[in-house]
C-alpha cells in the first residue's frame, strides 16, 4: 500500500503560478499528476519514471514543470502561466512497479491521492 498526500493548490488569477507537492509514504516507481474538471473525464497532465522519462499533455508543455525527489518520495508540479481552463481538483498517482500504458492514462497507476483544488481566475 502507498498513501499519497498532495498540498500547494488554490486560487490563483490567470497568469499566476502555483506548486503542488505529493508526498508519497514509500519509494514508488512512476508517479504522475492528473486532474479532473466538474463534468469532464479525469486528464493526465504530466508523470515521471526512473530514467528522467517525462511526458506532459499537450496542453500545458511549456508552462508545467514536473520534477521528483527521490530522496523524500515527494512529487511537485510547478505549474506556471496558468489558465482558467487549468480549473479542476488535481491528483497524485503512483505505481510501485512498471504498466506498459505510458504516464498520461489512469490504467497506469494502482494508488491515488484525496486531490488538491486549483481554482484560476480571470
Known amino acids: 500500500q502507498v498513501q499519497l498526500v498532495e498540498s500547494g493548490g488554490g486560487s490563483v488569477q490567470a497568469g499566476g503560478s502555483l506548486r503542488l507537492s505529493c508526498a508519497a509514504s514509500?519509494?514508488?516507481?512512476?508517479m504522475a499528476w492528473f486532474r479532473q474538471a466538474p463534468g469532464k473525464e479525469r486528464e493526465g497532465v504530466a508523470g515521471v519514471r526512473p530514467g528522467g522519462i517525462i511526458s506532459y499533455s499537450d496542453s500545458v508543455k511549456g508552462r508545467f514543470t514536473i520534477s521528483k525527489d527521490n530522496a523524500e518520495n515527494t512529487l511537485y508540479l510547478q505549474m506556471n502561466s496558468l489558465k482558467d481552463e487549468d480549473t479542476g481538483m488535481y491528483y497524485c498517482?503512483?505505481?510501485?512497479?512498471?504498466?506498459?500504458?505510458?504516464?498520461?492514462?489512469?490504467?497506469?497507476?494502482?494508488?491515488w491521492g484525496q486531490g488538491t483544488q486549483v481554482t484560476v481566475f480571470s
Open positions: 498517482a503512483t505505481t510501485i512497479d512498471f504498466r506498459p500504458w505510458g504516464l498520461l492514462r489512469p490504467r497506469a497507476f494502482d494508488y
Open positions: 514509500r519509494n514508488t516507481y512512476q
